[in-house]
């Protein structure tokens, strides 16, 4: 279970009970902060919590808020504007120097149906838009292929009691990785702790690591000759070429070249990956593309294990991803 699925679901069990909770998400930040936008946390009368805002004297400050709302049966909305600067009067305690703002968002036995389609959504994988403000909560379809940032947040500093957050959610960060030897098997341990979905995909028949990976959600014997048609179009779709052959890598990435996805990398030495390259672009395939993908894959660590290797992809690819998160910010 990812971990707004986790946060949601304890929502969920609060709220089949009758019992107040409190919803808190990061909006906004700025510079040095322990959290990141979208973060999540619920937390109940008791002082019982699921999820993280970021830790720390801030998350300590606001989930003790937020306790204190459920116990009062609170119902309005608030958001909260910290500073980590032991200067501002605003200041969270935190000395990192960053902003960040969070709304606490009580929840009631009535949006109980919103939960329970947030929770669907994400078990589905269907991207639905969730809105928060202080007059609703809702939920409207969005597109698989949104072009809409994944996070909205608006805020009037003339009239703290005009703000409105937006999420896309359901739709999870999937890997897809393209070969299923050591280091398929390695990548898939480390992104199974990183809340990523994993896939790998093998064309041979009795390869042991591929059988017996314990981290992957989807295992599949394909024809890499035919991988595209197993790839959606996603900005949540990451796809690493690890496969048991140069010949083969180089059909994997000219399949999948031309496909819109967050990431894609390739396996293999810097003079592998120049004569692929330049096979591609005597193909025709344009600088454009070419220059999309990752390769050598990962980041410059020294990697020689498949497991120090793995750690060089993931870093990469947690790089893009929190990258391309960033929200667009509106006040």
């Not at 009535?110 to 909560?137: F, G, K, M």
């Not at 990548?187 to 990183?194: P, Q």
């Not at 793995?310 to 690819?317: D, K, L, Q, V, Y």
Request: charged share 25%.
């Amino acid at each position: 279970m990812n971990k707004d699925a986790r946060v949601f679901a304890f929502i969920q069990e609060k709220l089949r009970r009758e019992e107040p909770v409190i919803l808190l998400v990061v909006t906004s930040c700025r510079g040095s902060n322990p959290g990141r936008v979208g973060f999540k946390m619920a937390v109940d009368r008791l002082g019982n919590s699921v999820g993280s805002i970021g830790g720390g004297e801030m998350e300590f400050q606001l989930s003790e808020e937020a306790q204190k709302i459920a116990e009062r049966d609170g119902r309005d909305p608030v958001s909260r504007f910290l500073s980590h600067d032991e200067r501002s009067p605003n200041s969270s305690g935190m000395i990192c120097s960053g902003e960040q703002s969070a709304i606490l968002y009580p929840f009631r036995t009535d949006h109980l149906p919103i939960i329970d389609q947030c929770l669907s959504a994400i078990r589905d994988n269907i991207p639905i838009l969730i809105e928060l403000d202080l007059d609703r909560a809702r939920i409207s379809p969005i597109s698989r292929k949104t072009s809409t940032p994944r996070f909205y947040w608006q805020y009037d500093d003339e009239d703290p009691h005009f703000w409105a957050y937006r999420e896309w959610i359901g739709l999870h960060n999937r890997c897809f990785i393209i070969g299923g030897g050591h280091i398929s098997l390695a990548l898939s341990h480390v992104l199974s702790s990183l809340d990523f979905e994993i896939s790998v995909f093998e064309q041979r028949e009795g390869v042991p690591t591929f059988e017996k990976n314990p981290s992957a959600d989807e295992k599949r014997i394909v024809s890499y000759d035919r991988v595209q048609e197993y790839l959606l179009d996603s900005n949540c779709h990451f796809v690493v070429i690890a496969t048991h052959s140069h010949r083969t890598d180089e059909i994997v990435l000219q399949r999948l070249i031309e496909k819109k996805l967050r990431y894609l990398g390739m396996l293999g030495s810097r003079s592998k990956v120049k004569a692929i390259m330049n096979r591609l672009s005597d193909a025709g395939v344009s600088p454009e593309l070419l220059a999309r993908v990752h390769a050598p894959i990962g980041i410059p660590i020294h990697s020689h294990t498949p497991e120090e290797i793995a750690i060089s992809i993931a870093a990469e690819m947690i790089s893009v991803k929190n990258r391309s998160d960033q929200m667009d910010n509106f006040t």
